[in-house]
């Protein structure tokens, strides 16, 4: 039988003439061979974009193993923690959650420090959220008093949201178990950002939601009695800052800000404005940003760059970015990862070439056997970097319809 190498060593020319692709590639193009990494009879996927499933050698990548897709956790139902072998697709079961869902998984995080032998996962632990630092040599879990949102990369530093808040008001990322400790405040003084040092528990609270309000309150935009809440975190790549998402609901559906912040809850910033329609973003390295929204004069999202603190906000992709896509950057910060919804139930897995302005489609990926996946349920590709930049990880439908972990290992000509 061949292995996996085998395979996909095989499947690059055969997958980049599907895609649309030469099979022998210039010198400004990228190639892939892609396939299914775990299998049936249940699901597998990591759940979102920008962090790394792999370990610090790359033979193994965190997982989440499910009995259903057709329905959003419920209370109390489970999904299992474990380790993909990176040749193999044999999933090991480690370790069980009940704080996780379909879009972010159970926030699955390598320990920054020892990204060879601990990870951590979101749970819930006497009744309340938490974050497992589990060892896998010694199977000992180590509890966090908060669940973990975003990690940093090179010390003890992780930040942390409130999943009750994002349960009751964007219930496709939140947890089945949790509840929000302010409900009838719309911009809570105690409730936010939190940052929590792994090694030690201890926790504090970096920037309020009353703070943005009062930021958008001065710069004239007074939200009244919406109910705001913060989004999706994520460290800077030299650990000094962090993004995060504001958000109400209006009329027409979300509206969004981004944000900036020192990890000491220094400099807030308005990195985007909240009428802009912000949605995905990544850090390209300590200060230059990656993000789609929708700019002025623009009828739908594309993808930007600025930089944290400075007035440069600039469209990129000369037309070839202009959507919504979870965007993420290479480990050396020349390659972006994105994926491109087609119709309802088609997504497109794309790398894009900064500097050349170049995009390629690395595959295409039809989920329309399995027509309830959408809404809250949806399989979104979410693509992450292996650490040397030669992998995409991503979530989709196997050809049986179950979801599952793909792998596309990537040729550069």
């Known amino acids: 039988m061949m292995n996996r190498r085998g ?3 095989m499947a690059a ?9 030469p099979s022998t590639a210039s010198a400004a ?10 299998r049936g009879p249940k699901h ?3 759940g979102y974009y920008g962090m790394c499933p792999w370990d610090k050698a790359q033979r193994q990548l965190l997982c989440l193993e499910s009995a259903f897709q057709d329905h959003m956790p419920r209370p109390g139902e489970p999904a299992t923690v474990g380790l993909v072998d990176a040749e193999t697709g044999r999933f090991k079961p480690l370790a069980e959650t009940r704080a996780w869902n379909f879009q972010q998984g159970a926030m699955l995080h390598w320990h920054p420090l020892q990204a ?4 951590l996962y979101n749970d819930v632990q006497d009744g309340q959220l938490a974050s497992i630092v589990f060892d896998i040599n010694s199977g000992e879990k180590r509890v966090l008093p908060r669940p973990v949102s975003g990690l940093g990369h090179t010390g003890p530093w992780a930040v942390s949201l409130t999943y009750g808040r994002l349960g009751r008001l964007r ?8 509840a929000d400790p302010y409900p009838d405040d719309p911009h809570p003084e105690e409730d936010g950002v939190f940052a929590v040092n792994i090694d030690t528990g201890e926790t504090r609270l970096i920037v309020s939601i009353a703070q943005v309000y009062d930021l958008l309150k001065r710069r004239g935009l007074d939200l009244g009695d919406k109910h705001l809440w913060f989004n999706h975190t994520v460290i800077s790549r030299t650990d000094k800052r962090l993004l995060f998402l504001a958000r109400t609901r209006g009329a027409l559906g979300l509206e969004t800000g981004m944000y900036t912040v020192g990890l000491d809850g220094s400099d807030l910033r308005e990195a985007i404005p909240y009428d802009w329609s912000v949605s995905h ?12 929204c929708t700019p002025p004069g623009r009828s739908k999202r594309t993808h930007v760059l600025l930089t944290d603190g400075e007035n440069d906000l600039c469209v990129i992709g000369n037309g070839k ?3 919504d896509g979870h965007c993420t950057f290479s480990p050396n910060g020349q390659w972006l990862a994105t994926d491109r919804r087609v119709r309802n139930l088609e997504r497109e897995l794309c790398v894009y070439h900064v500097e050349r302005d170049e995009l390629s489609v690395l595959g295409a990926f039809d989920m329309r056997e399995r027509q309830y996946i959408r809404g809250d349920l949806r399989c979104d590709l979410h693509p992450r970097w292996n650490r040397t930049g030669t992998q995409i990880c991503f979530d989709a439908l196997a050809k049986d319809g179950l979801r599952q972990l793909h792998v596309a290992e990537l040729k550069f000509a």
């Open 171 to 178: 219930k496709v990322v939140g947890y089945a178990d949790a």
């Open 116 to 119: 060879d032998s601990k990870f």
């Open 7 to 9: 395979f996909l060593k």
């Open 44 to 46: 597998h996927f990591f």
């Open 29 to 38: 193009e990228v190639r892939a061979g892609v396939e299914a990494l775990t």
């Open 281 to 292: 973003f990544d850090w390209r390295d300590g200060k230059q940003i990656v993000a789609t």
């Open 321 to 323: 970015l202009d959507f």
């Open 13 to 21: 020319g055969s997958l980049a003439t599907a895609a649309g692709l």
